[in-house]
């Protein structure tokens, strides 16, 4: 008889038990919000901060200035060497892994491409880098236009392929 | 004359295991790239990782700590019915969890499955429909449970190209020897059971 009943309340108890080990938390996670069901499923803060972190992935923060005065050009090699300095607006680091520009110079269609392996761009700071392309004449002083190319960045193993000029 | 100790030792195994798998780290994780994304969870834990920056759930949090203490309670509760199987509060001490790490197995698989497949069929029809600005091509690959995979993604003029690695960590381990330790405890208490209900009997 006395099993009985201890088993009757055991069991109850628990019962009991399971019922506010689910309730419980679901009910604090709400009170502590203020019963708001957006801010109890998810902290805005966190959200926000990789919106402003992404959103400054416009490549207009970008620029990218021919230094005209350090092109190098080889008559035997028939090769032109031109610096570019890329100064980076944007907010984190990434790596510049591949640069292909068509260029039109004199009637002839040029195949620019970068020549390091990887350029890194720093927040807010200058990065240099060099494209390499044939060229039958000495293109310094004369104008080169720049047509559709790729530009291949890296960032925390995501590659992204950008076509310019499309 | 001394009373003989009845003990289910896989009680005991299970109700420590019990205790040390709230603290034992993620089950399973998956990770997009190099640190660009992450995702770590546990029927304890649940952490999402984007660029460095942690999302966080207060709902989730809550219900998270519930399941360790669920967990903890099952535990001490199972070490307690298993050093004292014979008496009569044994048997129900010990059902209050023993099957807790075999479902929380068997629900994570489920949802990793679910979500696996949400993610490579439905939610690239459902991005694809948002996106206006140009041709949209999404080539998700998520791998089912264990695996790394290779993903992309196109919209007009730029390609996203990434690897997505997903796998079960070693604490997963640990919850299948608990799960199967559980089964084992359930199925030694009934000898328990018989027993008693044989004494009651007799008396």
């Given at each position: 008889?006395?099993?009985?009943?201890g088993?009757?309340?055991?069991?109850?108890?628990?019962?009991?038990?399971?019922?506010?080990?689910v309730?419980?938390p679901?009910l604090?996670?709400?009170?502590?919000?203020g019963?708001?069901l957006?801010?109890?499923?998810?902290?805005?803060d966190?959200?926000?901060?990789?919106?402003?972190?992404?959103?400054?992935?416009?490549?207009?923060?970008?620029?990218?200035?021919?230094l005209?005065?350090?092109?190098?050009y080889?008559e035997s090699?028939?090769?032109?060497?031109?610096?570019?300095n890329?100064y980076?607006?944007?907010?984190f680091?990434?790596?510049?892994?591949?640069?292909?520009?068509?260029?039109?110079?004199?009637?002839r269609?040029?195949?620019l491409?970068?020549?390091?392996?990887?350029?890194v761009?720093?927040?807010?700071?200058?990065?240099k880098?060099?494209?390499?392309?044939?060229?039958?004449?000495?293109?310094r002083?004369?104008?080169?236009e720049?047509?559709?190319?790729?530009?291949?960045?890296?960032?925390?193993?995501?590659?992204?392929?950008?076509?310019?000029?499309e | 004359?001394?009373?003989?100790l009845?003990?289910?030792?896989?009680?005991?195994?299970?109700g420590?295991?019990?205790?040390?798998?709230p603290?034992?780290?993620?089950?399973?994780?998956?990770?997009?790239?190099?640190?660009?994304a992450?995702?770590?969870m546990?029927?304890f834990?649940?952490?999402?990782?984007v660029?460095?920056i942690?999302?966080?759930?207060?709902?989730?949090?809550?219900?998270?700590?519930?399941?360790?203490?669920?967990f903890?309670?099952?535990?001490?509760?199972?070490i307690l019915?298993?050093l004292f199987?014979?008496?009569?509060w044994?048997g129900r001490?010990?059902r209050?969890?023993?099957?807790?790490?075999?479902?929380?197995?068997?629900?994570?698989?489920?949802?990793?499955?679910?979500?696996t497949?949400f993610?490579?069929m439905?939610?690239?029809s459902?991005v694809?429909?948002?996106?206006r600005?140009?041709?949209?091509?999404?080539?998700?690959?998520v791998?089912?449970?264990?695996?790394?995979s290779?993903?992309?993604i196109?919209?007009?003029?730029?390609?996203?190209?990434?690897?997505?690695?997903?796998?079960?960590?070693?604490?997963?381990?640990?919850?299948?020897?608990a799960?199967?330790?559980g089964?084992l405890?359930r199925i030694y208490q009934?000898?328990?059971?018989?027993?008693?209900?044989?004494?009651s009997k007799?008396?």
């Amino acid at each position: 008889m006395v099993h009985m009943k201890g088993e009757v309340l055991l069991g109850a108890g628990l019962r009991l038990l399971s019922i506010l080990l689910v309730a419980c938390p679901i009910l604090m996670a709400f009170q502590a919000n203020g019963w708001d069901l957006r801010k109890t499923l998810i902290e805005e803060d966190g959200v926000r901060e990789i919106e402003e972190k992404l959103s400054g992935l416009s490549f207009e923060d970008m620029t990218w200035t021919v230094l005209e005065n350090e092109i190098e050009y080889s008559e035997s090699a028939h090769e032109a060497k031109i610096p570019i300095n890329i100064y980076s607006g944007l907010s984190f680091q990434m790596k510049i892994l591949e640069v292909e520009i068509e260029a039109s110079f004199e009637g002839r269609r040029i195949l620019l491409e970068m020549m390091e392996n990887e350029v890194v761009l720093t927040p807010r700071e200058n990065a240099k880098m060099h494209l390499r392309g044939t060229f039958y004449e000495d293109p310094r002083g004369k104008e080169i236009e720049l047509g559709t190319g790729r530009i291949v960045i890296e960032k925390l193993g995501v590659i992204m392929e950008i076509r310019v000029g499309e | 004359m001394r009373k003989k100790l009845t003990v289910n030792w896989f009680g005991v195994g299970f109700g420590v295991l019990m205790l040390i798998l709230p603290f034992a780290g993620y089950w399973w994780r998956a990770e997009v790239g190099s640190g660009a994304a992450s995702l770590s969870m546990s029927p304890f834990n649940f952490d999402v990782n984007v660029v460095g920056i942690q999302i966080h759930s207060t709902l989730v949090r809550y219900i998270l700590l519930f399941a360790k203490i669920s967990f903890l309670i099952a535990g001490v509760f199972a070490i307690l019915g298993s050093l004292f199987a014979d008496r009569w509060w044994a048997g129900r001490l010990i059902r209050f969890g023993v099957m807790k790490p075999l479902w929380s197995v068997v629900t994570l698989i489920v949802v990793l499955v679910a979500g696996t497949f949400f993610v490579n069929m439905v939610l690239p029809s459902i991005v694809s429909g948002m996106v206006r600005d140009g041709p949209t091509q999404i080539n998700l690959r998520v791998p089912l449970l264990c695996g790394t995979s290779e993903s992309n993604i196109t919209a007009g003029n730029v390609t996203v190209r990434t690897t997505i690695s997903v796998g079960f960590l070693t604490p997963f381990l640990l919850a299948i020897a608990a799960a199967v330790l559980g089964i084992l405890t359930r199925i030694y208490q009934k000898r328990f059971a018989k027993k008693e209900t044989a004494k009651s009997k007799k008396e």
